[in-house]
């Protein structure tokens, strides 16, 4: 395929400038601008990589001829950068999750099929084996009928010390296996959710440190969902996840902890992470650069993307459900369109 896809990227922080290292690489795509609200930011991440930079996405969205944009700022900030992409008719790759809130989804979805552009949010799970050979095994019907599944996803609480309450762990964190939930359990959906939380070791952060949500889904099934970001400032804890499949055939684990190296020193034990974005001889690699990837040949081919958009606007509403059952200290049902 001649055609490259012309794309500029919103956020220039640490998660936007993975995707703007890995587009400047791939030889389907065109790195034309890069945006930020901090303008030296913007200036030192665009003269890096050679392509042009603004302050303002509007007037990138203007001044350039665009054919996509990866929006990569903060959930806070996603609806009118994405909006005003499906508006100015470009094609949105934009970062997990959709939206701080179920309205927020709505809006960009309805920007996007108004405009008749395209939509992926960036649910990199998607991409990892350990999912997708979970999913496989349930649609080939390996597993039988789900019957329970648990997921659990921990962190240190130095994220909930960087955030200070300013991102939530549902977000950052909890989306990631509510939407491998809701993906294993489809066509079933959740229809309540009980969720209780504590915060002892983050408390003087304004943050959480653990959270258990139970969700009844309507087929019977029961999901368990933690997140925790209160684990000791220790480099080996910075990524545990691991999760349970149970069906009336089989069962499916998902433990991702120790990628397969461990690095010892006289300080202690590490885990790199070599599955999701890791960087080799200074390129970001891995799934997250296997998504962009995605992202850019089926754009350009006019192919449906892996990640469905029902259901990554769905784990919103589901989150939504979360915080109304903590509000209430009961169990809420979740509404259905």
């Known amino acids: 395929m001649d ?16 995707h703007i290292d890995v587009l400047s690489r791939l030889a389907n795509a065109e790195l034309i601008a890069v945006c930020d609200i901090n303008e030296t930011l913007a200036r030192e991440v665009g003269e890096k990589y050679g392509c042009a930079f603004y302050s303002d996405h509007h007037t990138m969205y203007k001044e350039e ?20 992409a499906a508006n100015a008719g470009l094609d949105i790759l934009l970062e997990k999750p959709m ?6 989804a709505i809006a960009i979805k309805q920007a996007v099929d108004r405009n008749g552009t395209r939509l992926m949010v960036a649910h990199v799970c998607e991409f990892d084996g350990r999912y997708y050979y979970t999913s496989q095994a349930i649609k080939e019907g390996k597993l039988g009928e789900i019957i329970s599944m648990y997921f659990k996803r921990s962190s240190t609480h130095s994220l909930a010390k960087t955030y200070q309450g300013k991102v939530s762990f549902f977000h950052y964190m909890g989306v990631h296996d509510i939407e491998a939930m809701l993906l294993f359990a489809q066509p079933a959906r959740p229809v309540k959710v009980y969720s209780q939380w504590v915060s002892k070791k983050n408390k003087s952060f304004n943050s959480q440190d653990t959270v258990f949500n139970t969700f009844t889904f309507d087929n019977g099934i029961v999901a368990v969902t933690q997140i925790c970001w209160a684990l000791p400032d220790n480099p080996a804890l910075g990524f545990v996840v691991c999760g349970e ?15 397969g190296v461990e690095l010892f020193s006289e300080t202690g034990v ?3 992470d070599i599955t999701y974005w890791p960087e080799y001889f200074g390129r970001t690699e891995g799934k997250v650069r296997d998504e962009i990837q995605h ?18 606007l769905e784990a919103i509403r589901v989150i939504d459900a979360c915080f109304e059952s903590l509000k209430t200290q009961q169990a809420v049902n979740i509404k259905g369109d």
Do not use: W
């Open 3 to 18: 055609k490259k896809l012309r794309i500029a990227v919103v956020g220039a922080g640490f998660f936007g400038q993975k």
């Open 65 to 84: 001829k665009l054919d996509a944009v990866s929006i990569c700022v903060s959930e806070t900030f996603h609806m009118a950068p994405a909006v005003d």
């Open 99 to 104: 939206a701080q809130n179920l309205e927020e």
């Open 245 to 259: 499949v149970v069906g009336t055939k089989g069962v499916s684990y998902i433990d991702i902890k120790n990628q």
């Open 270 to 272: 590490s885990y790199p």
């Open 295 to 312: 992202f850019v040949d089926r754009t350009l081919s006019g192919e449906e993307y892996l990640v469905d958009t029902k259901i990554a």
